[in-house]
């Protein structure tokens, strides 16, 4: 975030600066979903909707699980959340206490960490790399020392873009069951893969808890609203964190969301852009010597590493910023291994816009 500030900060300075560090879809949000807010708006929706969300969207969420994948969930599992921090809020002061563990990748999304901090929790940092594909394995788990209450991992994953592979899912599944632990799914990318479609980790075990939401697929980040799928004994003691916390989730995104699953043409169609920037980023940064050994299968990130020029990240970064106004993300952000040797590109932006900080970038690490 200081780097984004500083960004901002320059481009109000008359600077123009191409951003490569923000996860944030440059789509607008779908026309269906827009013209329902307005008549949501129209027709007064604008009061408190039940804790766990309109029922409408439960069912919708749990119809498009059995339509598109064949998996039959309940909607009295569906709770629905002010964005899906707010389902990991009310979910770990669920799950997490004083004592308790939570493991995370490492490199993995840092908010999870600051979650656990808020009840004291243990955090348990697994190291990933590109022997494994970036992947938090049963081994990797077996081997790190303590036995985690609950684990938590993103799939397809941020930073690395990685998208886990289904016998490792099932192997965690397995790992966390024989320890009476907990283990959480964040598909909130995962309607952005490429190459192959991702199944929900529903489909490979019912004792998994997803998280998903409307924010990255769909364009719909300020709307703030997610929704998880989450055991029968979960769901009461949630809701009571969520009537206390939010009361309810925004009652206007939600009657919105209720016409996001029939935008499909809108949304196949940010994929593959997404996939087509992909497609060009991906060989102009090794061309520019970036080190990049797992390939990047979903969200818009890619994970890169900086050795040969024997900077550390965050001077790497800051440097970029300052000397060839191109804002990356300095590894750090992301966890301790390897963090120095590592930034993260987030491709949400044009292809016009990626072409010119590829040249930027060009011209600037001749310099080094």
Excluded at 51 to 74: A, C
Excluded at 168 to 187: H, M, P, Y
Excluded at 288 to 312: H, K, M, S, T, V
Excluded at 361 to 367: H, I, R
Aim: glycine share 8%; with cysteine.
């Amino acid at each position: 975030m200081e780097l984004l500030e500083k960004a901002r900060a320059m481009e109000a300075q008359g600077e123009h600066i191409i951003h490569m560090e923000v996860g944030e879809p440059d789509f607008p949000t779908p026309g269906l979903v827009k013209d329902a807010a307005s008549r949501a708006l129209a027709n007064d929706r604008t009061f408190y909707t039940h804790s766990l969300g309109i029922p409408e969207l439960r069912k919708m969420i749990t119809d498009r699980y059995q339509q598109k994948e064949g998996v039959r969930v309940s909607p009295e599992r569906v709770i629905i959340t002010n964005g899906t921090s707010g389902a990991f809020l009310l979910l770990f002061s669920v799950l997490l206490e004083k004592g308790s563990t939570l493991a995370l990748s490492d490199p993995g999304y840092p908010c999870y960490k600051n979650f656990a901090a808020m009840f004291d929790a243990n955090v348990l940092a697994v190291p990933v790399s590109e022997e494994t594909r970036f992947e938090v394995t049963e081994q990797a788990l077996a081997t790190s020392g303590r036995t985690p209450d609950l684990l938590v991992i993103a799939n397809p994953a941020n930073p690395t873009g990685i998208v886990y592979r289904e016998d490792t899912i099932s192997a965690l599944d397995r790992a966390l069951a024989k320890s009476n632990g907990v283990f959480v799914v964040d598909e909130i990318y995962r309607g952005l893969t490429y190459g192959k479609p991702t199944r929900t980790a529903l489909a490979l075990s019912d004792r998994i808890i997803v998280v998903d939401g409307f924010s990255k697929v769909f364009a719909m980040t300020g709307w703030r609203l997610g929704w998880m799928v989450v055991p029968d004994e979960l769901v009461r003691p949630c809701q009571i964190v969520a009537q206390n916390v939010f009361i309810s989730p925004p009652a206007l995104s939600q009657y919105a969301a209720l016409e996001a699953f029939n935008a499909d043409a809108e949304i196949e169609h940010m994929r593959k852009s997404y996939e087509e920037r992909r497609d060009l980023l991906l060989p102009e940064l090794r061309k520019l010597g970036f080190r990049i050994n797992a390939e990047p299968e979903g969200a818009f990130y890619i994970y890169a590493g900086i050795e040969q020029w024997g900077i550390d990240s965050r001077v790497f970064a800051d440097r970029a910023l300052s000397e060839a106004k191109v804002a990356l993300t300095p590894g750090y952000d992301f966890g301790s291994f390897h963090a120095g040797s590592h930034v993260r590109f987030a491709y949400a932006t044009s292809v016009d816009k990626l072409k010119l900080g590829c040249e930027r970038l060009g011209k600037w690490l001749k310099t080094l």
